[in-house]
Every structure is written in structure tokens, then in C-alpha cells.
């Protein structure tokens, strides 16, 4: 065929054709940083080497053909949005010549906000907040709480989650994220709730009205073990139960048992609220103290109305002995064989119903639960749970020891634990149970579920790994 001089060659062929002049990149103004597709946010100073490789990422499918030879910046001015890059690349086009060409691409700089970003700014446009509360020294309904909201997902839709001192507050971008959550809490703890909206700005054009609304939510001030003392009317309303009683569990009820007829019931949030009654005694008071000997007291004779008796525990007549204290008390009808007490004879109380109450019917001491080797059950728990991504003031020393409690609670109570997702700590060995163990309950691996994620329930690192 007809040969063409390279000159010629040259104005005849534009062998940069199909690599775009004007390319957009994503910019986040407020990290600075760079987006690289699909995902990755990169930090880049202008003009530098990071920046070059990313904007030359943009062009590599539209270059396939030709051979780079040399890239660089441009001066623009640094406020334009634009970068400009210089460009030389070469192509063998007929007859092997080679030809080479110098052009300039053009990036066109866009802002878009990251992910990272959109999730700070979002904490500050939430819409309404779900403050909950409850006023007791102990967690562990919280962490019960914390578990449902796990299991249920409600955490999904938070834009952040706050836990303070008393209690913890979930933030939203909608009311209706926020009235779900409060629909949630109601059936599954026994609180009581207010809301309540100030306007934060009103457009006079469009006639719309822009709120935060706040629920507050209170929890009533009960945990499991507390001994509470109830008021006459409520107790008798109850199947005529001692005012003396145990709480067992909360769940969507506070669920108490009196110690003396075993007789169990239940409250719920209305009834509490109508008639409240508090904690005689914190966790922490309770004491070790040593049963001695036991007489199980068969066929009681219970008052009329009675309600009805738990099954899971007997009735007994045992002395017992205070470890701290070393003085025998003979106690009528005490019940479990545990011996994590409260000591009713030396502690000072002040509740309005006790005060009222005849000093013969108030027991002295009253035994709660078992007390087991707390090292040794860390050190069988082959279990563990998931945690709500949230931020936190300073940590409570006194956190880890209620944590700890609370998952002696979940091994020790499986009504509790039907509604926790319990998972497989990968990182501890089973043990068979070994012959100096004190009977501690546990969690049997049937009831564990393998925990999969490659991260926390909220996408953690394990997450990022996967999309990179």
C-alpha cells in the first residue's frame, strides 16, 4: 500500500484517541481525602506520587493499547477543582513506526461526602432519641437489653448509640425509628414512657416544622436477686404473698418468688408504676454465708387465695452461719441451697413498707443463690456474647465485675437465655467437666451458635477486609 511519511503519519492519526481528556474524581472535603474505586477513601497531597498513580487508576482501561512513557502535573491553580496531567504515551501504528504523542487530561475534582464522614455528620441530624434509664446501681438489665436489641436487630437503623452513667441513649434520623424502638422496649422490659418534641426551626415558604422528639424511657428500678419489699395491697393482690419477696428474673415482667411459701409471681410494668416498690438491698451487699444443715419442710399449709408455688426450689428449715461474722442463726424455712444471703438482722434499712411491718414476719436473713469459684467459671466459659457498637463515657470500674454477673446469670437461669444469642468462643478449648468443679452451671454447646462474622455485629474491621 501506499507508504506515509511520519509527519504525515503524525496529522493523519491521534493515536491518544479513546482515552478520555476530562475524567471526574470524588473528593471528600471534610477528611480530604480521595475516593479510589470502588471503596477505598486515600489521603493524597496535590501534586504528589499517591495522586498520580490514582488519577492514572481512572485511565488504565482506556490505555490498554498504548505504552506510557512519561505523566505529570500541571500547574493549576490550587482552589480550581482541576487537575490537569500531562501525558505521553507512544503506539506502533502500519508499517512499525512509532509514534509518540504529548496530550493533557483534565480531572474535574467532585466533592462527595465518605462513608466515614456521612456517619459523623449524621450524630449531629438525628431526628429523635430514645433515652433509657433506670435507676438501680446494677446493669444487668442493661445488658440483657442490649442482647435483645442484638437478636432483634434494632440496632441497625441507629445513626449513633451513647452509654452514660445511668443508662444508655440510641439516636435516629426518623420519629419512626425512634417509636419502634420504644414499641420494642415496652414488650420486652417493664418501663414506662414520656415524649416529648421541641422545634428546632420552621420554614415560613413551606410550612414545614422541623422537631427532635425525645422518649424517655424508665426502667423500674428492679434486678434479678434484688430482695424488695412490697406494699400490703399489692402483696395481697398477689395471692396474698409475704411483703418479704425475691426477684428472680425481669424480663418483660419482674418475676418474684416469696421465701417463705415459695409462692412465685409476676408484676408488670403498669401494675409496678401503680404501686412501685424498691430494692432493700444492692448486689453488693450480699454476704457468703454457710448452711450448716438442712430440713426440707414438706406439705406448708398456704393461706387462702393463694397463687402459685415454684417447683424449681425447695422449702427448708436450715441454721446458718455468717462467714464474715462466724454467729449461727437458726432460720425458719429458708429456701435454695444457695448462700449468697442478705442479712436482714444488721442491715440498716429505711423503706416505707418494711418500717410498717411486723418485726416477726420480717426474716433475718434470706438466702438468694448459690455461691460459686467466680475465677474458675471464667476460666470453663467457652461462650461469649455480642456488644452494641457504642461509644461510652469513661468505663466504671465496677462494669467488668457486673458484666461478669450478668453472664453468671445467663449459665445459671435458661428462661433468661432464650432470648440471648449465645456464641462459641473459638478461642477456648471445651474442657470435660473436671472432678474438683463446684457444680457451677453451664451453657451446653448445643444452645451455642458459631459465630461466622468476621467482625462485630455492626461491620467492623472484617467487613472492610471483605470489599477491599
Sequence with gaps: GPYMCVSCLRNKVD???????????????????????????????????????????????????????DAGFLWTEPHSKRIKMKLTIQKEVMNGAILQQVFVVEFVIQPQMCEDCHRVEAKDFWKAVVQVRQKTVHKKTFYYLEQLILKHKLHQNTVRIKEIHEGIDFYYASKQHAQKMVDFLQCTVPCRSKASQRLISHDVHSNTYNYKSTFSME????????????????????????????????????HMIDPNTLQIAEVDGNTFWRHPFS??????????????????????KLGAGAGLTSNKVKLLHTPVNNKKQGNMLILTCFFFF?????????ANINDEFLNKMNPHHVPDVVLIKKSYDRMKRVKNRVWKLRELDRER?????????????????????????????????????????????????????????????LSDSTGGAGADMMTD
Design 279 to 300: 430494692s432493700l438491698c444492692s448486689p453488693r451487699q450480699l454476704e457468703e454465708f454457710m448452711v450448716m444443715d438442712i430440713d426440707i419442710i414438706r406439705d406448708q
Design 15 to 69: 493515536i491518544s484517541e479513546g482515552i478520555p481528556k476530562q475524567v471526574t474524581i470524588h473528593f471528600c472535603r471534610q477528611c480530604e481525602r480521595y475516593l479510589q474505586p470502588p471503596g477505598t477513601w486515600l489521603q493524597c497531597a496535590l501534586e504528589s506520587r499517591e495522586l498520580l498513580t490514582l488519577c492514572l487508576k481512572k485511565l488504565k482501561a482506556s490505555m490498554a493499547k498504548v505504552r506510557l512513557i
Design 393 to 453: 463515657d469513661a468505663t466504671d470500674t465496677d462494669d467488668e465485675r457486673q458484666y461478669t454477673e450478668f453472664l453468671e446469670d445467663l449459665e445459671e437461669d435458661e428462661m433468661l437465655r432464650k432470648n440471648v444469642n449465645i456464641f462459641r468462643d473459638a478461642s477456648k478449648i471445651p474442657v470435660e467437666s473436671e472432678t474438683d468443679d463446684d457444680g457451677a452451671p453451664r451453657i451446653s454447646l448445643a444452645e451455642m451458635m458459631e459465630d461466622l462474622s
Design 338 to 346: 444457695f448462700y449468697l444471703s442478705f442479712d436482714f438482722a444488721n
Design 219 to 254: 426502667i423500674v428500678p428492679v434486678c434479678k436477686d434484688n430482695v424488695v419489699c412490697l406494699s400490703p395491697r399489692l402483696a395481697q393482690s398477689l395471692g396474698n404473698m409475704g411483703q418479704v419477696c425475691v426477684c428472680i428474673r425481669v424480663t418483660s415482667s419482674i
